[in-house]
Nanobody, 120 residues
Framework: QVQLVESGGGLVQAGGSLRLSCAASGTFSSINVMGWYRQAPGKQRDLVTTIGSGGSTKYADSVKGRFTISRDNAKNTMYLQMNSLKPEDTAVYYC??????????????WGQGTQVTVSS
């Protein structure tokens, strides 16, 4: 089992920045992909960005050039630096940790979510 706790959400004006953190505990050594997802009111949960155990990253087109994902393996913590925030970035942001074996998801863990609100 893996437990994830997000922090760092809040209210910010458009153009501002926030940094989210996701602290992991438990059997973390089995995790090989971590990521951030977000869900706006009335919408589905969408992928924002992922980072593999080797450091490879992927980003949704809507956040490329503005958001940066990183992980500190020594601290079992993942970060999401969000710059140039827009009102459409407003959502609950969820941390995800996944164990993928031969292309099959064998473990899928979620944090409780943290609210990010961007005012215009």
């Amino acid at each position: 089992q893996v437990q994830l706790v997000e922090s760092g959400g809040g209210l910010v004006q458009a153009g501002g920045s926030l940094r989210l953190s996701c602290a992991a505990s438990g059997t973390f050594s089995s995790i090989n992909v971590m990521g951030w997802y977000r869900q706006a009111p009335g919408k589905q949960r969408d992928l924002v960005t992922t980072i593999g155990s080797g450091g490879s990253t992927k980003y949704a087109d809507s956040v490329k050039g503005r958001f940066t994902i990183s992980r500190d393996n020594a601290k079992n913590t993942m970060y999401l630096q969000m710059n140039s925030l827009k009102p459409e970035d407003t959502a609950v942001y969820y941390c995800n940790a996944r164990r993928v074996v031969l292309g099959i998801v064998r473990g899928d863990y979620w944090g409780q979510g943290t609210q990010v609100t961007v005012s215009s």
